[in-house]
């Protein structure tokens, strides 16, 4: 018989109990013990879903408190030394103050999932990690399944992806040299597991999707080698790309089953099987395991029967990669046309359709013969909906040129312009753009939204949160204040809710990081901006202040990657229809007298195919769109974006041909390591290093940020170099948003004396700086 299994499942569940529990934990109103029997509610809630679809085993070890890495590094006892915790004692105090900081320590690095928008915390190893075990909490979970009945198949990230993706800071150590102490950690992991009877363990090993180089590749073999007879049956788990470039090292790892992800990569599937080893099971993920479309089974049982036909029962079913990525379940959305949700499977329904793929493997296809019947209607529907295309964009798209993705005149020349307008200090200050949303602001956008506040009463509650915001800034003396965004309840969703072609849901909820959530727009046909969407907010906003207001867009690869994108035309085209929607709104706002606009692009990065060989193609058609949304502007008009949580060294020339006047960058958790490639490649327009963390509670003194001011001057010429946090303030509250924007003004107002005095802002000089009472306390408002 076909074995159907997924490899995780969505955490967070379908109301985002997990989120608020965590966050009633961190403000000190739940105990441990009271977020515990949340999760544990969860997982059985989940581990059941999977038993009664018909899934022959349910995923354990996808649960995480906070990150899947995290929760790694605990397993292993591969904690970062700074923080002085027992590994094996950890509780989840402990457990969050890795990931969010503490008053002594900042947090763990945080960075994109491969081409995720889900964040992982970064490991942080040295030669002296030492792998010694740590906590037990997968166990604890394990024997909680299977006290229910489940048979369990437990997944953990491999060894060779958790160092890969993991970071040390120790100058000249490799690494890799760190794999002789984590095998036989791992091997302890196994090893616990088969005395517990368990059969396969699933080993996520992603990192076999990118082009390795030989090392990396010759660490494999004798890796598995020493696991692969560690008591259990392993099945490598790969997703997200094709790993045919590395067909030969897969075909001699020691190892009973290898899964594949057939829908980012379906070639790969007649690559493969041919030389498919004797005896080794296949699982096929065709099942999409991160987007919301509902499968077409025919097209896909098509698929399965050829493998069948080959392996026997050594074929699997699965999704392509973890659920994680999808929403929980759609059978709580009551609101969406019955047409449109017709086209959608969530993370529940998912499960379904594997269920069905393997009952119409081992039945033959009579026997779902309804469940296709119903499967190829869905296909037609969207096939040949008039809800899809619109003509006007199609020829827009049609219509454009080179110098449609141009700015007027090159950097030079745009700056001398905006340099006499703007008559900015050195050093300027701003915000990203978004400051903390209160209960008071999501209390009123929510009885706008179902119908209890009147459009005018939440236009004018809008409005006292803008002049509060401005207000503040005004107070504290920031250069280029921003509006507040208290009108947006997401910087994706606020734009997808007044575009054509976009449709949203109510619990279509994805986790992002930790307890941050996002409910991703399901873009299902053309994009266009019926009419403008920021620009009276931002009106509102200059009259308030003499200082320059910055209009704040999101730009549109963010807009496409942080959306559910259809999957009928090439994302490409997608990109450039909303990338003219947003020239549209770009040149309103410059027409209403704003001059400083930023389009925010923090997930340009996470765009990039897995592969390099596939690079230049995205990066031209992403650049382009960036382009084409900016480019309507006269020269005196400044803008800037704004890219975080992801690595840039390598794609710095393209980050340069974007040609935004202004890029500010989050680097604080990595302690500026990212700028310096800005640095070394001669990044040629402006820049803000952000010089403090805001995804932490932790409000950094003024020498901390005057270290990485003095850091970011050895870097970039003071003229070019602007101060700003690493990322919008939404999620934090105004006290210690006040106090860390105080102490980074504060070490500005420092800085710029320095540099007037004609002294350099040396790091050891600003170790011994004087923080002066008001500003150099540290706090944890966790």
């Known amino acids: 018989m076909t074995v159907a299994h997924v490899l995780g499942f969505p955490r967070i569940g379908g109301q985002r109990e997990l989120k608020f529990a965590v966050e009633a934990f961190w403000r000190g109103e739940s105990s441990e013990a009271e977020l515990a029997a949340v999760g544990s509610t969860l997982r059985r809630r989940h581990w059941d879903w999977q038993k009664d679809a018909g899934l022959d085993f349910v995923a354990v070890g996808d649960f995480a408190w906070y990150d899947q890495m995290l929760n790694t590094a605990a397993l292993l006892g591969a904690l970062p030394a700074r923080f002085g915790f027992d590994a094996r004692a950890l509780n989840l105090k402990q457990y969050f103050e890795l990931a969010r900081g503490n008053a002594e320590q900042p947090a763990m690095e945080m960075t ?23 906590v037990d909490w997968l166990f604890y979970d394990i024997d909680e399944a299977r006290s229910q009945g489940h048979k369990v198949k437990p997944a953990l990230v491999g060894p060779l992806t958790f160092l890969y993706l993991s970071k040390t800071k120790t100058a000249g150590f490799d690494k890799l040299e760190l794999l002789k102490k984590i095998i036989p950690a791992y091997r302890r992991i ?35 080698r020493e696991l692969g007879n560690a008591g259990v049956k392993l099945l490598l788990a790969t997703y997200f790309d094709s790993v045919t470039g590395h067909a030969a090292l897969i075909n001699a790892l020691p190892v009973a089953g290898v899964h594949l992800d057939l829908v980012r990569a379906p070639a790969q599937l007649d690559a493969l099987l041919p030389a498919w080893p004797a005896e080794r ?15 077409d089974l025919t097209t896909k049982l098509a698929q399965l029967e050829t493998a ?14 973890s659920l994680l990525h999808s929403p929980v379940d759609l059978d709580s959305e009551d609101r969406l046309d019955g047409e449109l949700k017709s086209w959608l499977a969530f993370a529940r329904q998912k499960l379904d359709e594997v269920a069905i793929l393997k009952r119409g493997i081992d039945g033959g296809r009579d026997a779902v013969a309804v469940e296709l019947a119903a499967s190829d209607a869905v296909a037609r529907s969207r096939a040949t909906s008039t809800r899809i295309h619109n003509r006007a964009v199609g020829a827009r798209l049609v219509a454009l040129v080179a110098s449609d993705a141009e700015r007027h005149s090159p950097y ?23 400051f903390p949303q209160t209960q008071d602001i999501r209390s009123a956008r929510a009885a706008f939204k179902r119908g209890a506040l009147a459009e005018a009463d939440y236009v004018a509650a809008m409005q006292a949160e803008i002049r509060l915001a401005v207000a503040k800034q005004e107070a504290l003396g920031l250069d280029v204040p921003v509006h507040g965004e208290a009108e947006r309840n997401d910087m994706v969703e606020y734009f997808g809710e007044q575009l054509a072609g976009f449709a949203f849901t109510r619990f279509g909820w994805v986790q992002s990081y930790g307890s941050r959530c996002v409910k991703p727009p399901v873009i299902f046909g053309d994009v266009s901006r019926p009419k403008p969407m920021t620009v009276e907010w931002s009106r509102y906003a200059q009259s308030l202040t003499a200082k320059p207001m910055k209009g704040m867009l999101t730009g549109p690869v963010t807009i ?10 090439p994302r490409r085209d997608t990109a450039l229809q909303i990338a003219l929607a947003i020239r549209d709104e770009v040149v309103d706002l410059e027409a209403a007298g704003i001059k400083v606009i930023q389009i925010d692009e923090p997930a340009f990065r996470e765009g990039l195919p897995l592969k390099r060989s596939d690079w230049d193609a995205y990066l031209e058609w992403a650049g382009r769109a960036f382009r084409i949304s900016a480019s309507g502007v006269v020269d005196s008009t400044q803008i800037h974006t704004h890219m975080c949580y ?8 393209a980050i340069a041909a974007m040609d935004a006047d202004v ?14 490639a800005f640095g070394e490649f001669a990044y040629p327009n402006e820049i803000g290093p952000g010089v403090y963390d805001i995804h932490s509670p932790r409000v950094p003194p003024v020498a901390d940020m005057l270290r990485l001011i003095a850091k970011a001057l050895d870097v970039v010429p003071a003229e070019r170099l602007w101060i700003n946090p690493d990322c919008g303030l939404k999620t934090r509250g105004w006290p210690e948003t006040e106090a860390a924007l105080a102490n980074m003004l504060e070490a500005t107002i420092e800085a710029r004396k320095a540099i007037a005095e004609g002294r350099k802002l040396a790091v050891d000089a600003v170790n011994a700086y004087k923080v002066h009472e008001h500003g150099g306390s540290c706090g944890c408002n966790a």
């Not at 312009?417 to 990203?432: F, V």
């Open 112 to 134: 994109k999932w491969f081409d995720t928008n889900y964040h992982y915390i970064v490991p942080e190893l040295d030669a002296a990690t030492a792998f010694e075990g740590g």
């Open 190 to 224: 196994l090893e616990k597991l088969a005395a517990r009877g368990i059969e396969w363990v699933q080993i996520d090993e992603p990192v076999l999707a990118l082009e390795l180089d030989t090392v990396w590749q010759a660490a494999f073999v004798p890796a598995y």
């Open 281 to 295: 099971i296949l699982s096929a993920g065709v099942i999409d395991g991160r987007n919301i479309w509902a499968a």
């Open 308 to 321: 069948r036909a080959q392996l026997g029962e050594r074929l699997w079913v699965s999704a392509s990669s």
């Open 412 to 434: 030079a020349q745009r700056a001398v312009a905006q340099r006499e307008w703007l008559k900015l200090p050195l050093l300027p200050t701003t915000t990203i753009g978004s």
């Open 560 to 569: 496409l990657q942080w959306s559910f994108v259809r999957d009928d035309q």
């Open 646 to 653: 992801s690595e840039f060294n390598d794609i710095l020339p």
């Open 663 to 676: 890029i500010t960058i989050e680097t604080s958790r990595s302690d500026m390591e990212l700028l310096e």
